[in-house]
């Protein structure tokens, strides 16, 4: 179920990279709400600006223009302290390529962001337990990356992504390098913790399997968001699929997976 409210806010965001002779706007005015308890997926094609966009709302990257509202608070306007809180423990964040350090066992890589910005550890214990449990990593805890399959690696990263009980989970592209099987069981995992935990998750694809897991699409194109895609309560995922196969086809998306 969907939770009243905004809980976050894009306005009018904008990005240009480069300097006067080569700019390119990778953002170009996007403005939308995401809502407590939503699963909003973000599909458009390559240099659409996706991974700009999620990299704006995590503050990995400064926009040139526009405000994102956390609960109604601006999040350029944070000091330092807010802005690493806000980093460390209200946003979770997934990552294509998993981006585990090579050198840490499962268990560590969870807990590394508990371990940057300080816990009580007997929750962040039975926290982990949980997660794992419901993730199906207890047998990896202990071994490392190279030691585990894409499927358990995405999973030991969707952990870590939650461990901090986050407002919201940013995912991008997180099924991009797994098998098929595998994006299937992510999905249902990632759309169990959005109806279960009511956890807030936006995800950035070109897979339209995986968007037919979301309530909600938004198509970008140019820097800017030109279309929407609501799944209906009656809809199965398996019908609201083939909406979006129809939709990219009267976009001329060309092939049935990638837009
Ligand atoms: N650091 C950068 N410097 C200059 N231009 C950049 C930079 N990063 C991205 N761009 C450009 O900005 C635009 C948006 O890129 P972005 O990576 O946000 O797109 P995307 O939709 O995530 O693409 P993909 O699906 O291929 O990952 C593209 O034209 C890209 O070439």
Redesign the pocket.
């Known amino acids: 179920m969907i939770g009243q409210g905004k809980l976050l806010e894009i306005q009018d965001l904008r ?1 240009n ?2 300097n006067k002779g ?1 700019v ?4 170009n005015g996007v403005s939308f709400d995401v809502l407590k308890g939503e699963f909003l997926g973000i599909m ?12 704006c709302i995590a503050t990995i ?1 400064k926009p040139t223009s526009g405000r994102v509202l956390l609960k109604g608070d601006n999040i350029s306007s944070f000091d330092s302290k807010r802005l690493a809180e806000y980093r460390g423990s209200r946003i979770g964040y997934l990552f ?1 390529d998993f981006e585990l350090l090579d050198n840490l066992t499962g268990k560590e890589n969870i807990l590394l962001p508990l371990s940057i910005h300080g816990v009580d550890f007997a929750k962040a214990r039975e926290k982990l337990h949980e997660l794992a449990t419901f993730l199906e990593i207890t047998d990896v805890l202990n071994k490392f990356p190279s030691q585990m399959s894409g499927g358990q690696k995405q999973r030991v990263a969707v952990a870590r992504s939650l461990i901090s009980e986050p407002d919201i989970v940013l995912a ?2 997180p099924t991009g390098a797994l098998d098929t099987r595998s994006a299937r069981n992510l999905m249902n995992k990632l759309t169990e913790i959005n109806r279960k935990n009511e956890r807030t998750i936006l995800m ?1 694809t ?1 897979d339209a399997n995986a968007a037919s897991f979301c309530s909600r699409i938004l198509f ?1 194109q140019d ?1 800017v968001i030109f279309h929407e895609l609501r799944r209906q309560q009656s809809e199965s995922r398996e019908e609201f699929y083939e909406r979006i196969l129809q939709l990219l086809a009267q976009l001329g998306g060309g092939s049935a997976n990638v837009l």
């Not at 390119?24 to 953002?27: D, F, H, I, Q």
């Not at 458009?44 to 991974?51: H, L, N, R």
């Open positions: 990005k990279y480069g080569h390119t706007r990778a953002l458009g094609p390559s240099g659409s600006g996706k991974t700009t966009l999620l990299n990257m294509q991008d592209e950035v070109h970008i820097g």
